[in-house]
Nanobody, 125 residues
């Protein structure tokens, strides 16, 4: 069974940092595209970042460029999202997602087949 499990969320002050982890199982990890999404109350789920190991490419939403970094450890079947200089508007539930092929639009929610349960990130103002 394909499973994605996020961890690392929590409460942090503005300007602080968090590192999220997404542990994957049930599929060949390095053959998949892994994306990070987030959803704040009353807002649509939006793409934050994604990584394609096969294509050796990464993508970031404009709102997080220069602050967030996606990385992976294929031996551990884990993808990380390092979040620095956090802002109050980064507050959301963060999800990781996987798809075997990079979508035409990388941040399109419907382009991903598997999803984790989410982890809450709260940034105090």
């Amino acid at each position: 069974e394909v499973q994605l499990v996020e961890s690392g969320g929590g409460l942090v002050q503005a300007g602080g940092s968090l590192r999220l982890s997404c542990a994957a199982s049930g599929f060949t990890f390095d053959d998949y595209v892994i994306g990070w999404f987030r959803q704040a109350p009353g807002k649509e789920r939006e793409g934050v970042s994604c990584s394609s190991s096969s294509d050796r490419s990464t993508y970031y939403a404009d709102s997080v460029k220069g602050r967030f970094t996606i990385s992976s450890d294929n031996a551990k079947n884990t993808v990380y999202l390092q979040m620095n200089s956090l802002k109050h508007e980064d507050t959301a539930i963060y999800y990781c997602a996987a798809t075997p092929h990079l979508p035409g639009v990388w941040h399109r929610t419907s382009g991903y087949d598997f999803w984790g349960q989410g982890t809450q990130v709260t940034v105090s103002s």
